[in-house]
């Protein structure tokens, strides 16, 4: 029951009834395991999906609520040949770690056996063209065999076992023609050496295996390396809090145990372990993970904190909202695992061609032998050509070219504070040619602030934001932000529809419109300084003042438009605010195509109209009102905060108040689209070229294991690419 309890917290609730769980899985090796685990676990009644991701050996479940127990999923992993286990960062690690010391004790004694059986076959081979005496000879191959049975009975292990596991389970993988290779070629030689022939190959077996296992090793190495570039979330989610008792008392306990409603203790220089509520101590806190900010932001006592930000300073007790599966963290985490598990259109294509490879493989290799036997070559060559046939075509690079690249590409997006929601997102990212912006909240930033502030004297505007601390009027906010947010008077009143008032040193003051406070003229004068903006007034006695409340630009707006342009991207404004309002800005940014007062079927309309005339529209808008834009554009990104992430409608989401995100996405996803034709291409000439050289019988065992190792080395260090910074706009112009 203990098992039970403890697999149970793993499990997370989504919306809808949906329940799902993610695993750790190991024995994945190509496309084929892919294919095994989700169609076995999809037959698996009350599942509704199952995805796996090959580049970090990863399966995430979803099944209805209530038809299945986490127990079930694991045992049927089992059933199929696959050790599964709950997914915890630090477990994770250091399971790489055991991999890497094993794969390096089986390398070692593969790298030493084959420098000893290497020195008796130089012997043989020197000694088969100076007439060496036929017992000299067997004594070296039985020297060779002493030393090369055990040491690929050892070495070999990784590879015999992962085949056992396919072969009980009923289905193919890579391993298991590797494994009928080597052990073939182990038998030929240790019958030509009973029948005191002149050739074994008990030295080709041998390097086989170091080559094997060196491709291994490095591939191990570049699944890690392309693991770390996932933003490194893993290091951000804590495996356990302090829990804060009644009595003050302090216990550290697993993040799993910790429920909504209690306490814990955050010290500093620690990561916040859950979502929630300040309820004491003050600190500052690092939340450029939520907000896209580097600069610390102070939190005092109401003040909300989510999982994965740094406390920097002071001692903070938090009221817990979410722990573990819930938080904000644990939302952008799934976000980023179904973007890089999501299958896009090259993913398809090559899952499609990587499922072929068992029964192809396998037919080709049995008529490579019965080929050659029929033309008359002795049936030991033509078994060792069969095995290099075997060996030579491996589906891994195939597996691996598209997982790859979505991995490092998503992981370099998420160090730009950019998450993907859709697998596919970068490739039609990548297809675009125009930029549809929507004006509110997009090109502006979300909040208005006051335009005219070094116009208003700092008595009038100290006065004013104390009177706006008072009202929960969104207009009103700037003023009083303005003004430092100082106390409201005593006695506010509220005069619906009109304003503000209160009485100050025996004399009244008024803020709210123009015409409460009695400013028509002064109004005037900031309306023509200001076009589209709000205007809020204020009156002490016979003073007036008038506020120009207007959204503003994002910080860069200008220099990312024009990142954009230089990518050779068209930009639309398309907005549902006035054209006072819209016009000004498009000029300030040299956008020359706006729209506007439109309304959202009116967005749809013109998007329908610029794909009819063959664009490929990227509609970057808020997330919220511009939903069916979103929805009908062929990609969209939103501008949003963290805390917003589960409601956006668009593709992809990005952080912050800068857009520079959208042109480095669209770079990187060119970049990555590359990538992935590369990895397509390469994979596929890889195949065409090395398969005819082994069925015509100009390849070795050996030269097949290196050949096979090197094609998804290559892969990976080419996918490895798509993290690296992406050029300058300058540079990508010029060249």
């Known amino acids: 029951m203990a098992a039970e309890q403890d697999l ?84 994770a690690q250091e399971a790489d770690r055991q991999e890497d010391r094993r794969l390096l004790r089986y390398l070692g004694v593969a790298g030493f056996a084959s420098m000893n059986v290497m020195l008796l076959s130089v012997s043989i081979w020197s000694g088969n063209t100076n007439d060496i005496n036929p017992v000299t000879r067997d004594f070296f191959h039985w020297l060779s065999a002493l030393i090369a049975l055990p040491t690929a009975a050892y070495a070999g292990r990784p590879f015999y076992e992962s085949a056992l596991r396919a072969l009980r389970s009923g289905h193919v993988n890579m391993d298991v023609p590797i494994t009928i290779g080597i052990v073939l070629t182990l038998i030929m030689s240790v019958a030509q050496t009973l029948n005191h022939a002149e050739h074994a190959y008990f030295d080709g ?39 804060l008792a009644a009595d003050g008392s302090t216990v550290t306990v697993p993040i799993a145990a910790i ?36 600069a610390p932001a102070s939190v005092a006592a109401g003040a909300q904190v989510h999982a994965g930000t740094l406390n920097l300073s002071g001692a903070l007790t938090v009221r817990v909202v979410a722990a573990g599966a819930g938080t904000l963290l644990d939302e952008i985490d799934r976000l980023m695992a179904q973007a890089v598990e999501s299958r ?109 502030a070094d116009a208003i ?17 969104p207009l009103a906010r700037p003023i009083a932000a303005a003004a430092g947010d100082p106390s409201p008077p005593a006695g506010v009143q509220e005069h619906h529809g009109l304003g503000l008032s209160a009485m100050v040193d025996g004399a009244e003051i008024r803020l709210g419109s123009v015409a409460f406070c009695g400013a028509e003229a002064q109004a005037a004068d900031v309306a023509a300084g200001h076009p589209g903006a709000s205007l809020i007034a204020w009156r002490h006695g016979a003073r007036r003042a008038v506020f120009a409340v207007d959204q503003r630009l994002r910080p860069d707006a200008v220099e990312a438009l024009a990142d954009l342009r230089a990518l050779g991207l068209e930009i639309v404004i398309l907005s549902g ?15 020359a195509a706006f729209r506007a007062g439109q309304r959202p079927d009116q967005k749809i309309a013109e998007l329908d109209r610029l ?36 409601q956006a409608s668009a593709d992809i989401v990005f952080l912050g108040d800068a857009l520079a995100p959208v042109a480095a996405s669209i770079r990187i996803a060119r970049k990555a689209r590359g990538l992935m034709l590369q990895n397509l291409w390469f994979s596929v000439l890889y195949n065409v070229v090395a398969v005819p050289i082994a069925v015509a019988g100009l390849a070795t065992p050996l030269i097949a294991a290196v050949a096979m190792s090197g094609s998804s080395i290559v892969v990976t260090l080419n996918a490895l690419r798509a993290g690296r910074p992406a050029a300058p706009v300058s540079e990508e112009a010029g060249s």
């Open 611 to 646: 794909a009819a005339a063959g664009r490929r529209t990227l509609m970057v808008g808020d997330g919220l009102n511009d939903a069916p834009a979103l929805a009908r554009a062929h990609a969209s990104m939103s501008p949003i905060s963290a805390t917003q992430l589960a």
């Open 259 to 294: 429920a909504p409603g209690e306490l814990v203790l955050v010290r500093p220089g620690e990561r916040v372990s859950v979502d929630g509520i300040v309820e004491s101590g003050a600190s500052e806190i690092d939340q450029s993970l939520v907000t896209g900010e580097t």
């Open 205 to 243: 077996v041998v390097m086989l295996l170091f080559f094997l296992l060196l491709g291994r090793y490095l591939d191990q190495l570049m699944r890690r390396r392309t693991r770390d570039l996932a933003g490194n979330l893993a290091a951000l989610k804590a495996e356990t809090a302090t829990r």
């Open 457 to 473: 004297p700092a008595e009038d505007l100290a006065a004013a934001g104390a009177l706006a601390a008072a009202s929960r009027h």
């Open 577 to 591: 605010d006035r054209e006072e309002a819209v016009a000004p800005l498009a000029r300030q940014l040299g956008v």
């Open 8 to 91: 149970s917290i793993f499990v997370r609730h989504g919306a809808g009834g949906v329940e799902g769980m993610e695993l750790a899985v190991d024995g994945i090796r190509c496309a084929g395991c892919m294919h095994t685990i989700e169609r076995g676990l999809r037959e698996e009644a009350g599942v509704m999906s199952a995805r796996v991701n090959l580049a970090l050996k990863r399966v995430t479940v979803e099944w209805r609520d209530g038809a299945l127990r986490p127990e079930a999923v694991i045992a049927r992993l089992a059933s199929l040949g696959f050790r599964a286990y709950p997914f915890l960062p630090q477990s």
């Open 344 to 452: 896009s259109r090259y993913v398809h294509l090559s899952d499609r061609a990587a499922r072929l490879y068992a029964p192809v493989v396998h037919a080709l290799a049995l008529a490579t032998f019965l080929g050659w036997v029929a033309f008359g070559l002795a049936w030991p060559q033509a078994l060792v050509i069969a095995a290099t046939v075997l060996i030579i075509t491996c589906p891994c690079a195939l597996g691996l070219a598209i997982p790859a690249v979505q991995v490092v590409a998503a992981s370099a997006l998420f160090r730009r504070k950019v998450m993907l929601k859709q697998g596919d997102a970068l490739e039609r990212l990548a297809e675009t040619d125009t930029v549809v912006f929507d004006k509110t909240g997009t090109l502006t930033l979300p909040e208005p602030a006051l335009a005219n």
